[in-house]
């Protein structure tokens, strides 16, 4: 913002220790996973909620653009604070306030780190699933903002199905509580799950209550590869139609096989690959392995491998999560569209990014969610030249491509700003208005988040 005669006034407000205009924070605070980058004025760390409507109040009486930013990882852009002004970090609102075993509830500020607080849940057999390949860094608070997926979503679906009740500051600093601890609420409208996906851009999640499960006492996982991309897509297929619905099936192709097996020499032959993770009582575990083990040979797999405890899970497990780190080793940078077409389409989707990836000369890596057709298609492009015309003709395209088979463009990461010049494409004249009302009924000075698809 070019007018910053507020900033004494609010470091006065909130104090020196919550407010920070060194330039380093505020670098460290301009951008996410993705590439785009923006400074804001002042970085904002608050250590109470009282703090973030005192911010809230102050910003909107003045017209100050805050943008929420929750450990950063996004992927595409949600947490640049375009039109600068304040970048307000939740990593210090991250104490776990409550487990309830008996309630089966977790009560958490926005900050908590999603590993930690599955960790913290294991610990007295309880499950908290959402599963985003980024739990490790990620936050709560982003997941909740983003509606984050990952690879469980199959069986266990997305954030979206563990949030019971949420704390939110308005624009205009106003905390309101919606839903509850309860599992079943029908209280009025669900404004629980308008602020959930809604990207930072309706209100702060300051508080969240999540809905806990059992932890399931056994769990497998079976690997296997395969000559050709479409043996591993029938496999995919052959084992929903066999009545499984196992709580991972991955897969992954060609161009990402091979820079896994440059990065790990024990990543699998072949040009294609499924994982499948079940996980249930031990006897049904056994047994079902026996089952998808004989589906996935049917299948004509090069190899089969499986995994009957947590141990040798996590082993097989490291291939997988090896891919990004393998596809990162190649020097290029990761494009990682999120896509989700109907599951009929996977084939055709893998079939349509090769045609890409010779039509334009980038490589492209597809891996991801097969279960729930949301494949990660990767364009794998020069650093220096990411936000190339060439490249965003390919993203064009795939984009267009996708909708035409009545898939989404987003299925896990949102629209942000990466997305954002095919919101239009993506949503027609009357969802984008409804957007728009919404906003202007929640946020009407537009402060929170601005920049972003609905400017
Ligand atoms: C290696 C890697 C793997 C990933 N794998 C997955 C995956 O499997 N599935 C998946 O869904 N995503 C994945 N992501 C994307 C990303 O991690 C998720 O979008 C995650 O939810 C972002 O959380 P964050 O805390 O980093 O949020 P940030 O990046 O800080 O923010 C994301 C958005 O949420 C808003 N926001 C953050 N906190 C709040 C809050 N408290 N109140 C209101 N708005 C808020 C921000 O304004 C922004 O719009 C991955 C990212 C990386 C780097």
């Known amino acids: 913002m070019k007018n910053k005669s507020w900033i004494p006034a609010l470091t006065k407000l909130l104090g020196k220790t919550v407010v920070s205009v060194s330039e380093e924070s505020r670098r460290e605070h ?21 703090q973030i409507q005192q911010l809230m109040r102050f910003c909107h009486a003045r017209n100050i653009p805050v943008t929420p930013r929750g450990a950063g990882r996004g992927y595409v852009g949600g ?3 375009v039109s600068g002004g304040v970048s307000l970090s939740l990593k210090k609102l991250n104490k776990i306030r409550e487990i309830n075993p008996a ?30 390949a980024s739990a490790k860094e990620s936050s709560i608070g982003g997941n909740i903002a983003t509606n984050a997926g990952g690879p469980r979503c199959l069986k266990y679906g997305v954030t979206r199905n563990y949030i019971l009740g949420l704390d939110v500051v308005l624009a205009n600093g106003d905390l309101v509580h919606c839903g509850g601890r309860t599992h079943k609420n029908k209280l009025g ?19 969240a209550t999540l809905r806990l499960i059992p932890y399931p006492p056994a769990r497998a996982v079976l690997v296997a590869n395969f000559k050709k991309a479409p043996q591993s897509a029938a496999a ?47 006897n049904s575990v056994i047994s079902e392995v026996k089952s998808l083990e004989k589906i996935l040979q049917d299948c004509q797999a090069l190899t089969v491998k499986k995994a009957l405890n947590d141990e040798d899970a996590e082993q097989l497990w490291e291939i997988r999560r090896g891919f990004s780190y393998a596809l990162k080793s190649t020097g290029l940078k990761k494009l990682n569209e ?3 077409v109907p599951r009929g389409r996977l084939v055709d989707l893998f079939t349509f990014a090769e045609k890409l990836q010779k039509k334009f000369a980038v490589s492209v890596a597809c891996f991801g969610h097969a279960g729930d057709g949301n494949i990660h298609v990767n364009l794998m492009v020069d650093p220096k030249t990411a936000d190339s015309p060439k490249n965003r003709q390919a993203l064009d395209l795939l984009f267009k491509q996708v909708l035409a088979w009545k898939g989404s463009i987003t299925g896990e990461h949102g629209v942000g700003l990466a997305k954002k010049p095919w919101w239009k494409l993506a ?17 009407p000075k537009r402060i929170l988040n601005p920049g972003k698809f609905l400017d």
Request: net charge negative; hydrophobic share 45%.
């Open 236 to 282: 995919v297929n052959a084992i929903i139609n066999a009545g499984f619905l196992p709580s991972v099936l991955e897969v992954a192709d060609k161009f990402t096989l091979a820079a896994a097996r440059a990065y790990n020499p024990q990543a699998p032959q072949g040009e294609s690959f499924v994982l499948v993770e079940i996980d249930g009582q031990k």
């Open 189 to 207: 409208f669900n404004l629980t799950d308008l602020f959930i996906g809604s990207e930072g851009m309706l209100g702060v999640v300051v508080g």
């Open 30 to 50: 301009g951008g996410d996973a993705w590439f785009a980058h923006a400074m804001p004025d002042v970085v904002v760390t608050p250590r109470n909620v009282k």
């Open 79 to 81: 947490c640049v604070p």
């Open 103 to 132: 309630d089966c509830v977790a009560i958490v500020e926005p900050g908590v780190i999603t590993k930690d607080l599955q960790n913290a849940v294991k610990k007295i057999g309880l499950f908290y699933p959402p599963d985003p």
């Open 338 to 340: 999120d896509v989700v």
């Open 427 to 443: 949503a027609n004249h009357e969802l984008r208005s409804l957007h728009q009302s919404v906003k202007n009924a929640l946020d």
